[in-house]
């Protein structure tokens, strides 16, 4: 008799249950026995039977007969008293293909963020609390999910005492029931991480299984049919057996729990992160007892796959593998479960300068990140000075409305921008001008037809080389009749040169293409537009910033190439909320290039029945 044998044969009988979430304990008196275990018609909708689907790998392939990925997994999370076992299940996965991809080492995703979005962004099972594994990886395909900090997880269901719907029978609640209501702003304005694909359905025989696993190096979920009695679980309906509980083993059930079991059917689903061929484990009798045969025997049954459950850790305290992982019999996964798998991402995460976040998760934030070495606002010394008092701009006057900005501190310019906010009925009648000592700088020249109001930053690089101390004066002029507006703020942005030496800063170069195209709608050829830059030198950083209009911005695709050459994604089906979008990109993919030449922004709508437009977009090159 073998150690793992042995091992199972001595299991203390503890008298404990558990369920599918909580702490281990029986649930509370006014849940049903199906507290916390998911729908059974949920979790496996749309699995094709292993008899149509190939298996993994080689006939005569070789693999090892023990295996795990405990070291790329994130730690056991708890989800309590709702029934979210294939939420728990995929967010569990989806954060071990981030550890996997390596960029991300403690990736936490919200497992309350995927619940909603899989109920009311895809549309899926919106009067259950369950879901699968399918569903829910193509909701991360395609809308993603957010941190677990942006809206963290609440572990009980809502009820009538959060709303007077969520009471009775669980088919007659609307959605909020088992979302917990709607997300907070934060959630819905957080950074949203995504998978690649929504995966694709396995065969759950044991050596496909186990073939993919070794292979890809990531893990399976899986998601069927519960069996009381085979998991100790307190709702079964004939006697259990609960000494399996510390070990977590799970085994295959026998006839008498598939027949009660199916009496008041629940679902499970989980991650497979390992397997053991010589594990053996005393099977379970219709009694509830440790099985033996006519000699009194011990019937075993042997092969386990490790998986990582969502119970906490107070289940499974013994598990070798640490506290809430378990066991369960390679017969239970391939007749009662279908397997489900998804590939991990490939992540190119990069710096925003400025923002106060450690956006490339490098430990180092804005101007400490080395990215952002050649970045504007990172290159010392620089000031923004602003002048908020509001200008009425006089309707068709040659002379304007004039601001001025006083700059006391000196040094020579190696950089500047100008943002400005202009309130105006028809600012195709506008002209706005940027003076100091003498020099004038157009910045707008009757641009954008009869279109309201004029909000943006200008890049200027007609005053580098110049004295940043002195008065700057903003003119705005309406040059035609009938429309009137305001100049409502304006600031000055000042990128001096370190050390007064203007010859060892990077340079800017800009280009702005505001030729308004319509986006066509579901077509693959979309819609280009052109930038030129004239200008020589070797590209250190390229911004490019998009200003899009469209219905649902989720339909689009957005990617920048230079001179014909491959084509870089910027924007890949992103779930933006409004129907504006206003972004800067960088571009490192073009580093190291020659500046000069011609850079072509493609935008494709690839869903039907939303329309928009390309209303303008930039590009600001910084080069060695």
């Known amino acids: 008799m073998s150690f793992r044998t042995l091992n ?28 916390g275990l998911d729908d059974p018609d949920a979790v496996r909708m749309g699995a094709p039977s292993n008899d149509v689907l190939p298996d993994e790998g080689k006939a005569d392939e ?3 007969s023990q295996f795990d990925l405990v070291m790329t997994q994130s730690p056991i999370r708890d989800q309590g008293y709702r029934g979210v076992c294939s939420i728990f299940g995929t967010t569990a996965y989806m954060e071990h293909l981030y550890i996997v991809e390596g960029t991300l080492m403690n990736p936490d995703f919200s497992e309350q963020f995927l619940q909603w979005s899989t109920k009311v962004e895809t549309g899926a099972f919106q009067n259950t609390s369950g879901s699968n594994a399918s569903t829910n990886l193509n909701t991360l395909r395609r809308f993603g999910t957010v941190f677990e900090s942006d809206w963290p997880y609440e572990s009980r269901p809502w009820s009538a005492s959060d709303d007077p719907r969520c009471d009775g029978d669980e088919g007659s609640r609307p959605t909020v029931c088992f979302t917990n209501g709607e997300p907070p702003e934060e959630a819905l304005r957080a950074q949203r991480w995504f998978l690649p694909s929504g995966g694709r359905w396995i065969s759950s025989r044991p050596n496909s299984i186990k073939s993919h696993m070794f292979n890809t190096g990531t893990a399976v979920q899986v998601g069927g049919d519960f069996f009381y009695q085979a998991w100790g ?23 008498a729990d598939i027949r009660s079991s199916n009496e008041h059917r629940a679902g499970h689903s989980f991650l497979l992160v390992g397997w053991d061929d010589e594990l053996e484990v005393q099977a379970i009798d219709a009694e509830g007892n440790l099985a033996v045969d006519e000699n009194g025997d011990p019937i075993m049954q042997k092969g386990f796959f490790l998986f990582k459950n969502s119970w906490g850790t107070g289940w499974a305290t013994r598990n070798p593998f640490g506290a809430g992982y378990g066991w369960i019999s390679y017969d239970y996964v ?32 804005d101007c400490a990140d080395p990215a952002c070495a050649n970045d504007r606002s990172c290159i010392d010394p620089s000031g923004t000075y602003e002048n908020s008092t509001p ?18 501190e000196g040094g020579t310019i190696s950089g500047l921008s100008v943002e400005v906010d202009i309130t105006h009925t028809y600012r195709g009648d506008l002209t706005v001008t940027l003076e100091k000592d003498g020099t004038v700088v157009t910045l707008f020249e009757r641009e954008g037809a009869g279109a309201d109001n004029l909000k943006r930053t200008f890049d200027v690089s007609g005053f580098d080389g110049m004295e940043a101390a002195g008065t700057w004066t903003l003119r705005v002029v309406d040059n035609a009749r009938d429309d009137t507006g305001t100049l409502n703020r304006w600031s000055l942005s000042i990128t001096r040169c370190a050390g007064g030496d203007c010859d060892s800063m990077p340079s800017t170069l800009t280009g702005m293409n505001d ?23 070797t590209i250190a950083t390229v911004r490019v910033t998009v200003d899009v209009t469209h219905s649902f911005i989720g339909d689009l695709t957005i990617g920048i190439s230079k001179d014909g050459g491959a084509e870089t994604p910027l924007l890949t089906r992103a779930l933006i909320e409004g129907t504006r979008l206003m972004r800067t990109f960088t571009v490192p993919e073009l580093v190291g290039q020659d500046a000069a030449g011609t850079y072509t922004l493609h935008v494709v709508d690839d869903v039907r029945n939303d329309e928009g437009t390309l209303n303008a977009w930039s590009l600001e090159i910084v080069t060695e």
Do not use: K, W
């Not at 709702?235 to 510390?246: L, Q």
């Not at 990069?350 to 490339?360: I, L, M, S």
């Open 334 to 365: 391939q007749d009662h479960m279908s397997a489900y798998v998804a590939e991990a991402p490939e992540l190119t995460l990069e710096e925003v300068c400025g923002d106060e976040r450690d956006n490339d998760f490098n430990g180092q934030v």
């Open 515 to 537: 030729t308004l195209q319509i986006i066509p709608d579901n077509d693959p050829a979309g819609v280009t537009s052109e930038i030129t830059i004239a200008e020589s030198g």
């Open 391 to 408: 200008v009425a701009i006089p309707d068709n006057d040659p002379a304007g409305a004039t601001s001025t900005i006083e700059v006391a």
């Open 8 to 35: 199972v044969l001595i299991a203390l009988a503890l008298g404990a249950t558990v369920a599918c979430g909580g702490d281990g304990g029986e649930p509370p008196p006014l849940q049903d026995d199906l507290f």
């Open 62 to 64: 070789v693999l090892p």
């Open 233 to 255: 679980h307190g709702g079964s309906r004939i006697p259990r057996y609960s000494g399996y509980r510390d070990f977590g083993y799970v085994v295959a059930p026998n006839e």
